[in-house]
């Protein structure tokens, strides 16, 4: 089976401008979930989507941070404006269902701040 | 809330000499329990995880890990270590029951040195 897709894989900004990563979940996964990484930390669940639905969100900075998850398959996450502290990898996850197990990452967007 | 602790920041191991990389834990109920590594500009790769039954279990690469209820720990470790094990290793914990998301541990980079 295909794995999680997510683009672009390299993205450099300047603060105070916006960015939009997007994420492609395995073919019939429920559950999307968006992390963040951080240089030195372990990855943060930002938000957590079951269907088109948000499962969890409240770790996610909402003056700035944006995601959705029109009809339930692709989802996109997008910074607005962005800070020199969002610079990190974001990572994308998909599972078959809420509370199943397994979940499936993406190779993730790194982006830089400057 | 669950919470993982992974103590060491960085391991160093000999190529051929067995590895252990510490992961503790806290949850409420009974836990899943999961290792993931990471190579650079890459995902998160599924390595083991812990559902339940045998306390020791096998995954990828020769890798197997011990749960431990008592001490609450789920220390990841290879008979032999091999130079392209060398990478980031994550521990994270969700409860058995419910839709909470994985939480991950802060990361240990191993290094085997031929």
């Known amino acids: 089976e295909a794995g999680v897709a997510q683009s672009p894989r390299y993205k450099i900004i300047e603060k105070r401008q916006s960015v939009a990563f997007w994420c492609n979940p395995i073919?019939?996964?429920?559950?999307l979930y968006w992390y963040q990484q951080i240089l030195g930390q372990g990855p943060k669940l930002l938000i957590q989507?079951?269907?088109?639905?948000?499962?969890?969100d409240s770790q996610l900075p909402k003056d700035r941070f944006s995601a959705e998850r029109l009809k339930g398959v692709d989802s996109t996450l997008k910074i607005q404006p962005a800070k020199l502290e969002d610079s990190a990898v974001y990572l994308c996850?998909?599972?078959?269902?809420?509370?199943?197990?397994?979940?499936?990452f993406g190779s993730g967007t790194r982006l830089t701040v400057v | 809330a669950q919470s993982v602790a992974q103590p060491e920041d960085q391991v160093n191991v000999a190529e051929g000499n067995p590895l252990t990389v510490k992961c503790t834990y806290s949850?409420?109920?009974?836990?899943?329990l999961f290792w993931y590594v990471q190579y650079p500009n890459r995902g998160l790769q599924f390595l083991l995880k812990?559902?339940?039954?045998?306390?020791l279990v096998k995954g990828s690469y020769g890798f197997e890990a011990e749960f431990n209820k008592s001490q609450t720990s789920f220390h990841l470790k290879k008979p032999s270590a091999l130079v392209s094990d060398s990478a980031l290793y994550f521990c994270?914990?969700?409860?058995?029951?419910?839709?909470?998301?994985?939480?991950f541990g802060k990361g240990t980079r191993l290094s085997v040195i031929a």
């Open positions: 996850a998909s599972s078959p269902r809420t509370g199943y197990y397994g979940y499936t």
């Open positions: 949850v409420s109920g009974n836990p899943y």
């Open positions: 989507f079951q269907n088109n639905g948000v499962v969890d």
């Open positions: 073919s019939g996964h429920a559950t």
């Open positions: 812990y559902i339940t039954g045998d306390n």
């Open positions: 994270a914990v969700r409860p058995y029951s419910g839709n909470t998301p994985l939480v």
